[in-house]
Every structure is written in C-alpha cells, then in structure tokens.
C-alpha cells in the first residue's frame, strides 16, 4: 500500500518560519510532480504549491509565492514545504501529494493528484 506521512505541523508565531515533511513509502514518485494543498477552516482545498517531476522548476499560489519554498530528496522518496513570514491567514490543514501520472510539468489541479498524505494542522498566532 502506498502511505504519504507528514509530520511537521504545529503551532507557530506569526513572522516565523515553519517546515513540513512528507515521506512516502509503498511506491517511488522520483518520476512524479509532488505538491502541497492546505484547507483553511470554513474553505475549500487550495493549491499551494507544486515542483515538476525533475524539480526543474517549482509553481506556488499567489498567497505565498515569496514566501514558501517546495524542495524534494529523491533518495528519501520525500519533499518539504519550507514555509518563511507566516501570517495568521496561512492558518490551515496542510496536505502533501503525489501526481498520479510520471513525467508532468507544472501540476497545479487537485484532480491530476491520486495519493494524499493524512494532513497536518498548521495554525499561525498573530
């Protein structure tokens, strides 16, 4: 079975940086996109932020472009969301994902997405 588990949510002061995980087992993505989705309360889902399947290039929401950087280690079959000058508005469930094609560029849907981690809760005090 194919599991996507993502420590690193949390409690933090609004201004600091905050780092999340996602490590997945069962399966290898180094020929997948990888991405993070959060969903704040009383919203739907949201792209945040995506890195093409050779990590040539990385794609990130408007919100937090700037500010968020998505990296991957292909040898731990894992990849971070480092997230900088958190607002209160970044408060939300983070989900990390694994695109269900190989070899795509620039995957910013939901619905290109087939493997989910469980979500972390990140809550930004202000």
């Known amino acids: 079975q194919v599991q996507l588990v993502e420590p690193g949510g949390g409690l933090v002061q609004a201004g600091n940086s905050l780092k999340l995980s996602c490590t997945a087992s069962g399966r290898t993505f180094s020929r997948h996109a990888v991405g993070w989705f959060r969903q704040a309360p009383g919203k739907e889902r949201e792209f945040v932020a995506t890195?093409?399947?050779?990590?040539?290039?990385?794609y990130y929401a408007t919100s937090v472009e700037g500010r968020f950087s998505i990296s991957r280690d292909n040898a731990k079959n894992a990849w971070f969301l480092t997230m900088n000058s958190l607002k209160a508005e970044d408060t939300a469930v983070y989900y990390c994902a694994a695109a269900r094609a190989t070899f795509q560029i620039r995957v910013v849907s939901e619905r290109e997405y087939d493997h989910w981690g469980q979500g972390t809760r990140v809550t930004v005090s202000s």
């Open positions: 890195i093409d399947w050779n990590a040539r290039r990385a």
